[in-house]
């Protein structure tokens, strides 16, 4: 591993052919190179061939395409489950009433029987859809007759759309992603096309996406395509992605802090740019209206035909009645102000609870461990509590990128900042683990990406992500998908429970440390006995959700410490503690826990 | 030695996971065919088992195949019980569903086993393009849609072929192979139109002499003619004992069936039927005899007799004589030259005879042709000019087995992956051919790889864009034609290849 250098360029060297990335070992007996892991084997006639990419990435596409369409074939959330189904009932359910109602009562509609809590571009995108189906067989989305329905060929058309929107955001993304990280780290791209085929086969994303039945993948493909116009210098363009990302999913707040904190970075250091800095607060402005426009436009329209709202709609909206200065019902842009009002009001429900459901984070697993019961406190108190240790969480992460606006930091940035959200802030799903998952992943396609250390953090974080969302998943009835795809994604990367030759190297050959290898391996020791525990021993009659509080207990603990890694590396990468004098240079990566 | 990667037990791994996720997928009525013999032999006394007719899907397969029944459903019993009784009919819980579609999986480890020999066997020149061939075989399109998604179990089957095809490549496992192949056709009979090769090749190096075929090796042949007695004695004493023999043999074959499948498969009479069809309209120009009950039962092409409206029809004496015809002079080359090359090119014509010229054929006996030849294609580049046809034409022909929209991307994006991966690395690992090649074949085969897109695309979509359900008939019939020519175009040409090397 090269010793990162304090400055923001790093000499471009020229690699011998057999350096590599991670992916290579020498066999000790015969002294031939052999693939590190068993995904490297099946790249291994791409390598001697030197194929080229263009063949390469659509074999890739394909393969993963097969992985994602036969997880489809398995139930959805929701399938035959009245009487409110699942998610894909509420995707379907935002088609036809885009369909089919005035733009004006999107975010009036029936919030009750999954009423559009999304942000605009959602909306967008089931307008989009659900046009389309209707074109196909109309039966589908009729409003109020359709609830709940679960015909055979909906459900092709509702994976496909899925599949087809990821195809058209996500991987392409990806791609791009994974090409600017290689050019910045120096990766060839033989490596490269391993480690996308790595990040593409994350079983968490295929199994919520292509399992449960969710389109996370259009936001974590604006997120991949910000992060790539960052990565690639075009920080305008990373606002427009940004703001499309946020317009999809406002989970994408996680992301928000260390997104803000780089892009005033570069503003700032080396020197002040003002152009830059005006540039992109215009452009987030203008984003910010393109993304609204259609709802204003709607509204204008609606308002032009004097359509009246549904008559269930409580008026004025409760953030408007929270502005400073009331507004008068016969003002022009009173309409105008109610839609943008109620909107902001669905999307963001304060009045829900800490968490949902059981999520391993910290809150949950404090309340749910009996350590520390939370339900006695006020709302308000804890949600302020919430906020508080959520922002002393993300104020490192967001202080160092700000201060050191370097590309290769984004990813640590980015995943600091959404693990800090995912474990202290509020009304968090089992699903928000995507969006840390998503930079630390990216982490394989960075320089000795993937070498041990790197390749068993993510793969950890990754199978614990995917562990602590099987509750959810056995609900979906695809518990067998579930251990299909971890498991050949472990089998793939050459880690635990399918093999251990990744803790096997030392610390010096870019191995883990003792101390991670022991938090590992645990870990893994944990969720395997976990498994036999959860099939076999029925939980005692007086807890029943013992296995559940097990599951959110031991996964909010692994991600405490996936928050504290990407932290630590952060700082070390980021030179910050050689500026301080802490350790000397250079010579730091001696020292280095993995 | 060095070590290919990725190796045969990485790519078994991938794959499995593939399969597993899978078992949801459609599967056809052979699911409930071999849940039905599941049924059969696990609560009826064997003697009554080639008589229970409560299902239509009666058991038409040789009695191994039946012990093999038999002992899946001792394992059944843990899964569900209720598929082992005769009067679930078109029973299918999830466990039933995971029962069957995993002893499809774990038997197939018999074809990874055979594969894996396979590669051990080849001398080290050829390890490389010997290892590519097995992969390919093990990810074979066929296999994943007949097997995985429609339901058969011809990995297994197919694993035991191979198994005997890579034991002949020594002498001291002749008689194993025998003895293998000889169970196979005790397991399904379809075998039984590779076992003239057989019998020429084991006759040839086993029972007579290297030097002089009047140098009869007596003790060979009391060997082998034993042990292939004692399979047979196995297999059908029992039934010989209960006097069931006609019973069991009329279950076997029967000849009522039509001579096209109900999907043709793309041999002659596809074709034949095809002109058929064409000259019912060109018959008036031409003067000629319309047969007019016959118009309207081609398109059609279900089970049962198929009569043809201008041209003459056809007897399964006929199709037994021609197929037999087109297996001679390929016998009569390995007769004269017995290596082990040749035995396997011969395997490979005998498959495509009784595929082009047969009663009755399924498009799924296609893989009797394309099996044998993957192990052959890698030779030199000569055989994978007549190769690539075949895998195109021979898998596109599998297309009509699967039409539900769910799996449509499925058997499209696999099977176009596997050719991109296969025929790429074929191309790179075939050396080349001492003798020149034969220019017009290679051109043939670009060309019409190159027609599969729009054909491929004009049946799953623009059809029934422009037609509706209308004309339904019309892709399947353009899908048989297309890989008709496909088939018998690298027929040629392998026979071309074989007799001028």
Known sequence: MAPPTASSHRPRKKRKPDASNGTITLNNTTKQEQPAFPLVAFFWPARTANLSQWITIPIILMVVFLFRWCTSLWPYSGYQKPPMHGDFEAQRHWMELTIHLPMTHWY??????????????????????????????????ALYQSQGIDDANLKVFMRATVIASEYLVYIPAAVLCVRQLAKLHNVNAWESSVALTAILMQPATILIDHGHFQYNTVMLGFMLATTASMLAGRPLWSCIFFVATLGFKQMALFYAPAVAAYLAGICLFPRLDIPRLFGIAIITLVSFGALFLPLLLGTAFDTYRSVPLPTDAVLPPPLMSALPSTVSEKAWYYPYLIQLTQSIHRIFPFARGLFEDKVANLWCALHTSGVHKLHNYDATVLSRAA??????????????????????????ALATTAWAFFLCSYQVHEKNVLLPLLPMTLLLATESGLKAATRAWVGYANTLACWTMFPLLVRDELRIPYFVLTGLRTYLMGLPPCSISAYTVSAEEGGLSLVSKLIHLSTYAGMVAWHFAEAFVPAPAEKPDLWVVANVCLGAGGFGVCYLWCLWRLVEESGVLSDLGITKKKRMDEKKMQ | MAEHYPTLMQTAVAATALKILLWPAYKSTDFEVHRNWLAITHSLPLKEWYYETTSEWTLDYPPFFAYFEWLMSQAAVFADTAMLQVKNLDYDSWQTVHFQRATVMITESVLIYALYLFIQSSPAASKKQSHAAALSILLSPGLLIIDHIHFQYNGFLYGVLILSIVLARKPSGLLASGVAFAALLCLKHIYLYLAPAYFVYLLRTYCLGPRSIFDIRLANCIKLGVAIGIVAALAFGPFVYYGQMPQVLSRLFPFSRGLCHAYWAPNVWAMYSFSDRVLIYAAPYLKLPVNYDAVNSVTRGLVGDTSFAVLPNITPRMTFVLTLAAQIPALAKLFFQPTWDNFVATLTLCGYASFLFGWHVHEKAILLVIIPFSLLALKDRRYLGAFRPLAVSGHVSLFPLLFTAMEFPVKVVYTI???????????????????????????????????????????????????GARFEFLPLMFISSYSAVGVVGSWIGFLVVFFTS
Not at chain 1, 126 to 132: A, E, V
Not at chain 2, 448 to 460: D, E, G, H, R, T
């Open chain 1, 108 to 141: 009036f509609h029936n919030l009750e029987w999954w009423g559009l809590d999304y942000p605009p571009l959602t909306a967008y995108h089931s307008w989009m859809l659900g046009q389309i189906g209707h074109l196909v067989n109309p039966s589908w989305f």
């Open chain 2, 417 to 467: 992956l596997w050719l991109i991966v296969f025929l790429l690395a074929f191309e790179r690992l075939a050396p080349a051919s001492e003798k020149p090649r034969v220019f017009l074949l290679d051109r043939f085969s670009l060309l019409y790889i190159a027609v599969a897109i729009p054909l491929i695309a004009y049946c799953s979509l623009v059809h029934q864009l422009l037609f």
């Open chain 1, 387 to 412: 906020l508080a240790l959520t922002l002393t969480a993300i104020l490192p992460p967001c202080l160092l990128i700000f201060l050191k606006p370097r590309k290769d930091l984004l990813p640590y």
